[in-house]
């Protein structure tokens, strides 16, 4: 079992940067992969970021490239995702969640655990 918890996120202006943070319970982080979702009221959670159990692997979201970095420090328990150059189509609510295995992953349904989410707001 993982229980997850996320914290950093806020209210920041479009052209802002934010770090959030998700801190993971248990002594077997680092065999777990792990993933950063995102959601909208009224639309499914959306996969953006994920990372194999050790980092040595990443996967982005189109919408994510090139300003978004996934990031985990294993001796921490601690998964990343530095958010860069945000924009207003950035508001929403996000999730970090592990997988079981130690491989990525991008469909919600392959993700065990979930954290309770928390809410970036870009004003614009």
């Known amino acids: 079992q993982v229980q997850l918890r996320e914290s950093g996120g806020g209210l920041v202006q479009a052209g802002g940067s934010l770090t959030l943070s998700c801190f993971a319970s248990?002594?077997?982080?680092?065999?777990?992969?792990m993933g950063w979702f995102r959601q909208v009221p009224g639309e499914d959670r959306k996969f953006f970021a994920t990372i194999s159990h050790i980092g040595g692997t990443t996967h982005y979201a189109e919408s994510a490239k090139g300003r978004f970095t996934i990031s985990r420090d294993n001796s921490q328990n601690i998964l990343y995702l530095q958010m860069n150059t945000l924009n207003p189509e950035d508001t929403a609510k996000y999730y970090c969640?592990?997988?079981?295995?130690?491989?990525?992953?991008?469909?919600?349904?392959?993700?065990?655990?979930w954290g309770q989410g928390i809410q970036v707001t870009v004003s614009g």
């Open positions: 969640a592990a997988r079981r295995e130690a491989t990525i992953g991008v469909r919600p349904s392959l993700f065990a655990f």
């Open positions: 248990g002594r077997t982080f680092s065999s777990h992969a």
